[in-house]
C-alpha cells in the first residue's frame, strides 16, 4: 500500500472540519478549491474566494522566548561550515585532534506546522548570496518569508515546543560545551576506484600465479546457475561525494565572538562544505544546561567581547591514573 503524505491528510481534516463547522451556518462558503489555496506566507492559513482566512484553521502564534525542556523535547539544528582540522593540548597535556567550524549567520528562514505542513520542523538559512546567483523561485521564497537570501538551506524537524519565529539568529551558543552533537555531510569524492581501495579487497597474488590481476577483484559469479551477477556485488565503482553522518562528536570548544565550534575528531566533507550540526541521538545531552528552544541574546550585548568557553574535562589527571 502506498504511504500517504502526512500534509495531504492534515489538509483533508482541516477541509473536514471546516466543513462540520460551516454546516450549521446559513451563509454557504464558496467551492470546496478555494480552501485548498494558501497564501505565500509563513504565517497564513486558509483563505477563501475573497482573501479572508477560514475560521477552522487559525494562524499559530510563534515567539521567541526562553522555556523549559522536557526529555521529549526536539531542538533544531544549525548550518556550519568545515574549516579544516588541527590539534590542540588540553590542560593535562593530553593531544585532541580537532575540526574547526565556522557557523555562519544562520537565521531561521521557514517554519513549517502541522495545521499547513503536517510536520512541525524550521528551515535554516545559512551564509549570503546574490539575488542573480539564485533561481527566481528561491528568490521568491526569501522575499516571501522576509528573510535576506541565503546560501544553504536545512529543514530540522522539532516538537511543537521548539519553534521560533521567522528571522530569529542562531548561534554558536545554541551548544553547550561538553555535549554530545551529530554532524552531518557530504564525504569527499573519490571518483572511480577499484576494489581494494572501495571495498578494502586484499587482492591477487604479487608474484605466483598472477599474471596482470594483482588488483583485481576476481571471480563475479557462477556460470549457468544462476547464469547471473547477483545484486549488491562489490566491484569497482565510483567512491565517495555520499552523505554521512557522524555521531556522538564531543565540542570541545566554542568562540560565541568568532562563532567557530571545536569538535573532537573528524567530520564528514572537504574544507568549506557545509555540515549539519544536531543533538546527539544516543548520547544525549543534559537538558538543564541547553538553551531551550535556543539561546536568545540579549538586545544590548556585545558578541565581539565574549570569550570562548571550554568544556569541562574533570580534576582527575588521566596520565596519573595508573599509579
Request: aromatic fraction near 8%.
Amino acid at each position: 500500500m502506498a504511504a500517504v503524505p502526512r500534509g495531504l491528510i492534515s489538509r483533508i481534516n482541516q477541509l473536514l472540519s471546516i466543513r462540520s463547522v460551516t454546516s450549521s451556518s446559513s451563509e454557504s462558503l464558496p467551492h470546496c478549491s478555494f480552501f485548498l489555496l494558501r497564501r505565500f506566507s509563513s504565517d497564513a492559513g486558509f483563505v477563501d474566494g475573497g482573501g479572508s482566512d477560514i475560521i477552522g484553521a487559525p494562524n499559530r502564534i510563534i515567539e521567541a522566548k526562553q522555556g523549559e525542556m522536557s526529555p521529549s523535547s526536539r531542538r533544531t539544528g544549525i548550518i556550519a561550515v568545515k574549516c579544516g582540522m588541527t590539534a590542540l593540548w588540553d590542560k593535562w597535556g593530553a593531544r585532541v585532534p580537532i575540526s574547526i567550524l565556522w557557523v555562519d549567520d544562520n537565521i531561521v528562514s521557514q517554519v513549517k506546522t502541522v495545521e499547513k505542513e503536517g510536520i512541525f520542523s524550521l528551515q535554516i538559512g545559512c551564509g549570503q548570496k546574490k539575488p542573480r546567483h539564485l533561481t527566481k523561485p528561491e528568490v521568491g521564497h526569501f522575499r516571501a518569508q522576509g528573510v535576506p537570501l541565503k546560501r544553504k538551506l536545512r529543514e530540522f524537524p522539532v516538537t511543537e515546543d521548539a519553534l521560533l519565529p521567522v528571522g530569529t539568529s542562531l548561534g554558536v551558543r545554541h551548544f553547550v560545551p561538553g555535549q554530545f552533537v551529530d554532524v552531518t555531510g557530504i564525504t569527499r569524492g573519490k571518483g572511480f576506484q577499484g576494489v581494494m581501495k572501495r571495498h578494502n579487497f586484499k587482492g591477487g597474488p604479487a608474484s605466483h600465479g598472477a599474471s596482470k590481476s594483482h588488483r583485481q577483484g576476481g571471480s563475479t559469479g557462477q556460470r549457468d546457475a544462476p547464469g547471473k551477477v547477483f545484486k549488491a556485488r562489490k566491484m569497482p565503482g565510483r567512491m565517495g561525494a555520499e552523505q554521512r553522518t557522524v555521531k556522538n562528536v564531543w565540542v570541545y570548544k566554542i568562540d560565541p565572538a568568532r562563532n567557530l565550534i571545536w569538535v573532537r575528531g573528524q567530520v564528514p566533507g572537504a574544507e568549506g562544505n557545509f555540515v549539519f550540526l544536531r543533538d546527539a541521538w544516543y548520547k544525549k545531552p543534559d537538558i538543564s544546561k541547553l538553551p531551550f528552544p535556543t539561546h536568545l541574546a540579549p538586545e544590548d550585548e556585545d558578541p565581539s567581547e565574549l570569550e570562548p568557553l571550554v568544556a569541562d574535562i574533570g580534576e582527575v589527571d588521566p596520565f596519573m591514573l595508573a599509579e
